[in-house]
T-cell receptor
Framework: GAGVSQSPSNKVTEKGKDVELRCDPI?????LYWYRQSLGQGLEFLIY????????KSGLPSDRFSAERTGGSVSTLTIQRTQQEDSAVYLC???????????FGSGTRLTVV | DQQVKQNSPSLSVQEGRISILNCDYT??????FLWYKKYPAEGPTFLIS?????DKNEDGRFTVFLNKSAKHLSLHIVPSQPGDSAVYFC????????????????FGKGTRLHILP
């Protein structure tokens, strides 16, 4: 597609429920990144994919967080047993040349009530 | 441990004047620096970048200055316009560091710029 597409744009969920966030990167971009922005915070790195593999998962906050990427394209970030501190904007980005700048999606605003 | 620091959470500048946003970094392996701009309810968009082999890069009203010895960079916007009101993120990556597996970009916390009429 023309840009990075994320869905849903907004998600309100009850504490303890599981959520899935989707990212559709720019066609041909092999690198895909997940970041999150909590209130008053910067962009916190979560996980990086090169193709379908995730060489760097160092930013995932806990084992409740997981992500996968299939076909070198769409990625899904799953949060199990959501907690209120998971409330944030989850941003996906993709790039062709690693480290030289990303194109971000508009993000998914997750609210855990 | 914050590797990229933006110590000013917000900045207000009169329209037409120069806006200067500052950023400090701690990792000497960083060799590529970027500024992103973010409007509410949108993802960050790339604004301008600079490689560590340069000390200045200019693009229209935007200029980024890099002082490697001080591990400091700044973004100058002149003249400032109302549409420049946004959150600006400073970011850095270590593209050439040995063993870098993904060259992920590290972001600061952002500076909210308000352009006053």
């Amino acid at each position: 597609g023309a840009g990075v597409s994320q869905s849903p744009s907004n998600k309100v969920t009850e504490k303890g429920k599981d959520v899935e966030l989707r990212c559709d990167p720019i066609s041909g971009h092999t690198a895909l990144y997940w970041y999150r922005q909590s209130l008053g915070q910067g962009l916190e790195f979560l996980i990086y994919f090169q193709g379908n593999s995730a060489p760097d998962k160092s930013g995932l906050p806990s084992d409740r967080f997981s992500a996968e990427r299939t076909g070198g394209s769409v990625s899904t970030l799953t949060i199990q047993r959501t907690q209120q501190e998971d409330s944030a904007v989850y941003l996906c980005a993709s790039s062709f040349f690693r480290g030289y700048g990303y194109t971000f999606g508009s993000g998914t605003r997750l609210t855990v009530v | 441990d914050q590797q990229v620091k933006q110590n000013s959470p917000s900045l207000s500048v009169q329209e037409g004047r120069i806006s200067i946003l500052n950023c400090d970094y701690t990792n000497s392996m960083f060799d590529y620096f970027l500024w992103y701009k973010k409007y509410p309810a949108e993802g960050p968009t790339f604004l301008i970048s600079i490689s560590s082999i340069k000390d200045k890069n200019e693009d229209g009203r935007f200029t980024v200055f890099l002082n490697k010895s001080a591990k400091h960079l700044s973004l100058h916007i002149v003249p400032s316009q109302p549409g420049d009101s946004a959150v600006y993120f400073c970011a850095a990556s270590a593209t050439q560091s040995p063993g870098a597996r993904d060259d992920k970009i590290i972001f600061g916390k952002g500076t909210r710029l308000h352009i006053l009429p």
